[in-house]
C-alpha cells in the first residue's frame, strides 16, 4: 500500500505527532510506503474564499460550488488543492490523525475538506457514495480525545464515536472511500495536566502506540463500516424499506 | 431578547447573509436587538495554534487547552476572542448561521469554537452540561444545503440533520446552552445552477426567509431538544440505566 496521513495538530511534538510516526514506523516495517501531510506545518489555509480562485467565473458574487467547478474545468484549481489531489491520487489508504475538538476535527481539518474535495471535479450528481471517485481506496480515522475511554459510548458522557466521528465518516463514503473502523487514543492529557501520573501515562500511551501501529498496518483486511449505497435509496433519495437499507 | 448571530458564509450577498437580514428584521419588529458578526468579513482567524498566544505558559511544546487555561488566567486571552466572549455574555440566544459543507459547518465556524470556547474559562471538568456556563441562554442553529429536503431524513442519501448537527448541538449543550430545534433551508442553489427555474426558486425562497424570521422569533417559546445531564450518568460518565437517560 501507499498511505497519505493528513495530520491536523498545531504542535508536531504532541501525542498525535506520535502517532502518525508509529503508523509510519509499523508501515514501514511491513513494506508499505507513507507521505505525511502536517496541515499546520505546511501553512494549509483551511479557509474556502474566493482568494484562493484566480479565474472567477463570477468575480462579483463566491458561489463556492460554482467556482470549484470552474476551476476543474479551466485548470485553476489553486495549486495547494492540485497537490493534494494529487498525493490523494497515489495512495491506497488515507489516514486523518487529530484531536478531538468540539465533538469533531480541528477547523484546520474539516477545511482540508471544504477545500481539496472540489464540486464537479471529485464528485458529481452521479459520481459519489459507492459510485464515488475514490472507490476502491480506503480511509481510516485515527483520534485523540482528552477525556478517558470511560466517559464515551451511547449515551455517555462524552458522546459516542459512532455519532461524532459520522459526519467525516459520511463525507469519506461520499467520496467512494472504503471507510474503516476508526482508532481512539483517549486520555492523552497535556504536559502538567493528566489525570493520573505522569509515568503511568507515558507507559499506557506506549502500548496505545503500538495498538494503533498494528491498527493501521492491518488496514487491508479490516472489515468496512457499513453506509447505506446506491441500492439503498429510491430517486429522490429516500432509503426503500429493505432490511439492507435499514442498517442505514 | 438580545440576540447575537454569528455568520459564516464567504459572500455576504449569498443567500445565508439574506437568512441573517430576514431574522434580524423579524426580531427587531418584536422589539429584540440584535448583533451580527460575519466572521468571513470580519477576517476571523479559526486556527487555533501558538501565535494567538502572547503570554506562553510554554513556549516550546504548544498545548491548546493549557495555554487557554494559562491565557485566561493571566488575563491574555487573545482580543478577537475576548470580543466574542463579551458579545455572547450580552446575548439570550445564540444563532449560528451558515452553509451545510461536508456534512458539517465551514471550517471558518469549527474554529470559532476551537478557539472561543476557552478550556478552564467557559468550562470546567464540574461547569459543563447542565451546570454549563452559558445555562439560562438559547441556541439555534440554522443551515441551508444545495440538496432538496426530499434527500435528507433518517438513511436516506444526504443523511439525518439530528445526526448530521449531532456535534454543534452537543458541544452547545455542553456550554450550558439550552438547544432549540435547528431551521434548515433546503434546496438552495447558486447562480446558474439550480434544480428548478430560477423564478420559482425565488419564489420559494422567498417564503423559506419568511418561515426562519418566525421560527427564530418564537425562540422564546421554542420546545428545548433533549440531551443527557448530570443526573442521568454515573461518576465515570456511563449511562444510568434509568427511563430518561435512555432518550440519550
Known amino acids: 500500500m501507499h498511505v497519505r496521513i493528513i495530520q491536523a495538530h498545531p504542535d508536531p511534538g504532541s501525542f498525535n505527532g506520535a502517532l502518525s ?35 472567477r467565473q463570477d468575480k462579483v458574487a463566491f458561489v463556492p460550488l460554482a467556482e470549484q467547478r470552474h476551476a476543474w474545468q479551466s485548470g485553476s484549481v489553486p495549486a495547494d488543492v492540485l497537490t493534494e489531489i494529487a498525493e490523494l491520487e497515489r ?19 474539516k477545511g482540508w475538506f471544504d477545500r481539496v474535495f472540489l464540486s464537479g471535479g471529485l464528485y458529481t450528481s452521479r459520481v459519489r457514495y459507492d459510485a464515488g471517485y475514490f472507490r476502491g481506496r480506503r480511509a481510516l480515522l485515527s483520534v485523540t480525545t482528552g477525556a478517558p475511554e470511560s466517559a464515551f459510548g451511547p449515551g455517555a458522557r462524552g458522546g459516542d464515536f459512532a455519532t461524532m466521528l459520522w459526519p467525516l465518516h459520511y463525507s469519506l463514503h461520499y467520496l467512494g472511500f472504503t471507510v474503516l473502523p476508526p482508532f481512539a487514543a483517549c486520555g492523552v492529557q497535556g ?27 492491518s488496514a487491508e483486511t479490516l472489515p468496512a463500516l457499513p453506509f447505506p449505497g446506491w441500492q439503498d435509496w429510491d430517486a429522490a433519495g429516500q432509503p426503500l424499506r429493505t432490511e439492507h437499507a435499514a442498517r442505514g
Open 191 to 217: 504536559h502538567g495536566y493528566s489525570y493520573e501520573a505522569e509515568d503511568t501515562q507515558k507507559t499506557r500511551l506506549r502500548s496505545v502506540l503500538a495498538a494503533w501501529g498494528a491498527h493501521v498496518a
Open 21 to 55: 510516526r508509529a503508523a509510519t514506523q509499523a508501515l514501514s516495517r511491513d513494506g508499505h510506503t507513507v507521505s505525511l501531510q502536517d496541515l499546520y506545518a505546511s501553512g494549509f489555509d483551511p479557509v474556502e474564499k474566493g482568494a484562493h480562485y484566480t479565474n
Open 91 to 109: 495512495a491506497d489508504l488515507l489516514v486523518l490523525q487529530f484531536p478531538l475538538w468540539w465533538h469533531g476535527p480541528p477547523a484546520m481539518l
